[in-house]
């Protein structure tokens, strides 16, 4: 059994440089204005936009700030740190869920290119697995040669089967392969990767519908998961990337990855407070043991501790 505080210490490195790039402005302007005013303020909001959270949620958590120090009559800039850290808290934690599938299930995993769905992948095999789950993989990106061989890797360092076909075949028959496999097999999850490049913007949506309305023909009995991957260090685009994605597959929950390479980790609560979706995993590093379930709690503690 891992332990929680491994899990917590892994969270906390991943988040450092996110961390020191907001703690140490939140205690220079503590230090610099002592008591609140409307500079005090403007200067905080800044410091928020500056990690990514957006200008509207930045925003939000400002104006509720003020309101809570006015009723409260807080004048230490002190006692800002707390306030903060429990609004941030409490916009991660409104309508998140632990991810959890019934068997069988099916999840897609789309993103643009380069976001890491494939190692994204491989990483959520080994801990479905690790879950006594049997897990099957398809290489539903069929556009290069390189992105099969890739998954390969990672579906053989986690010790579960893949289905995949020659490079350029059609996505949409690696899927339907996957899914007689998986039920042949006896699977409890099928776990599809996609392509997230293609000619263009219209092709790739197109396969993705497709591949979507076969997994809903062949295994209408399947829980169906859509995860949207998202790079951390896109920034305020990765919005935008939800937005078109949702209008095609139907989103049905965030795995954020790069966190260890950002200091830019706000975009976390700019996700959850702009869109109306759970995020179920969180991505810290290259490694098979690098991606995390989302657990908002220690999210916030691991951003401003
Ligand atoms: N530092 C870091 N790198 C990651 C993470 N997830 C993926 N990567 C890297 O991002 C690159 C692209 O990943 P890949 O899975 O191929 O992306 P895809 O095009 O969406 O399938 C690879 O070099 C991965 O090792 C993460 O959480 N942290
Ligand atoms: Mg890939």
Known sequence: MENKKSIFAKMKEGLA????????????????????????????????????????????????LKKQVREDKIGDAARIKNMLKEKIAHILSEGSKGFELNSPAVILVVGVNGVGKTTTIGKLASLLKAEEKRVIVAAADTFRAAAAEQL??????????????????????VVFDAIQAAKSRKMDVLICDTAGRLHNKKNLMNELDKINRIIDREMPEASKEVLLVIDATTGQNAISQATEF??????????????????????????????????????????????????PKSFSDALLE
Not at 27 to 33: A, G, M, P, Q, T
Not at 36 to 59: C, H, K, P, Y
Not at 263 to 291: R, S
């Open 17 to 64: 440089k996110t961390r020191s790039n907001i703690m140490s402005r939140v205690d220079e302007l503590i230090n610099y204005y002592k008591e609140i005013d409307d500079e005090f303020f403007d200067d905080l909001e800044e410091t928020l936009i500056i990690s990514d959270m957006g200008v509207r949620t930045a925003n939000d958590i400002i104006e509720s």
């Open 152 to 173: 390969e890797i990672w579906c053989n360092r986690a010790g579960v089967p893949l289905i995949r076909h020659m490079e350029g075949a059609d996505p949409g028959a």
């Open 246 to 295: 949702n209008e095609v597959v139907g989103i049905t929950g965030i795995v954020l990855t790069k966190l260890d390479g950002t200091a830019k980790g706000g975009i976390a609560v700019a996700i959850k407070a702009q869109l109306d979706l759970p995020i179920y995993f969180v991505g810290v590093g290259e490694q098979m043991d690098d991606l995390q379930p989302f657990d």
